[in-house]
Structure formats: C-alpha cells, structure tokens
C-alpha cells in the first residue's frame, strides 16, 4: 500500500530543504521546486491526482510551482500560506533509527540495490530504480 493511498488532503511544502527544516507545518511532505526532478517526486510521492493539495512555495515560486502542478493534472491545488506555528526537524542519528521506528512510521526511498544491503523491517520501501530520477533529469 502506498503511504498516502488513504490521504484525500495532502499539504506539500515546495520551498527549499533550508526552509522546510526550519519551519514547516506539520504533517507537511517536503517536495523541493528547486530540483530538476520536482515533477517525478511529487507523482511519485502522490500519485492520485484527484486528491486536495495544499501547496506551500515560496513568494518567487508560487506561479510557477501552482502552473507545473495544474499542467501534471492536479485537479484540486491551492495555495496555503504559513502559519505562525511551525515544527522543526530533529536529526536522527542511525543508531536511534531503529528505536524510532516503532513508534514513527518510516519511508525509506533507496533504489533496490541499496534496500538490499539492509533496512529497517518496519519501513515502507519507495524503490526509485526504474523511474530513476538521475535518468530521467532531462525530461522534467
């Protein structure tokens, strides 16, 4: 199942990963407009396009980030503006992952070669072979 196959709202935060850490809403995905694969990221990460989004960009992005996600056919996207009460990030170190896990539920987006190596028993697994976005850069 995917994480978000039960979500019908679905705040995505677009500012740069600086800003996310320092202050996002909670509950928020980080799907960075920065990067060259924005638009195979956020398919990849919601790929039901008739669900609500909330969209969180930057005052230099807002146009550009709401016309890519109306032209990936995004039916129901809007903007939402920041709120004064914003949570931050912790940094996990590898050694408490495991502890956490229990507790958190955990996504873990490595391509299969990686995941073969290890991971946690309890992670959702986005394998990003196939579909890689170093690959496909040119195309978005």
């Known amino acids: 199942m995917h994480i978000f196959t039960d ?6 935060d677009t500012r740069s990963s600086d800003e996310f850490i320092a202050g996002h809403i909670e509950g928020s995905v980080f799907v960075g407009f920065g990067g060259k694969q924005f638009k195979w990221w956020l398919e990849l990460i919601v ?7 909330e969209v969180i960009a930057s005052a230099k992005d807002q146009a550009s980030v709401m016309e890519t ?22 940094h996990i170190s590898a050694e408490k992952l495991p502890d956490m896990a229990e507790t958190h ?6 391509e299969t070669d990686e995941t073969e190596k290890g991971k946690l028993a309890s992670a959702e697994a986005i394998a990003i072979d196939g579909a890689n976005p170093r690959q496909n850069a040119s195309s978005s």
């Open 105 to 110: 539920h955990i996504l873990d987006v490595r």
């Open 47 to 53: 790929p039901d396009k008739t669900v609500h989004l």
């Open 69 to 90: 996600i109306h032209e990936l056919g995004y039916i129901h996207a809007e903007l939402k503006p920041l709120d004064t009460s914003l949570s931050h990030i912790e």
């Open 7 to 12: 979500r019908k709202d679905i705040i995505i």
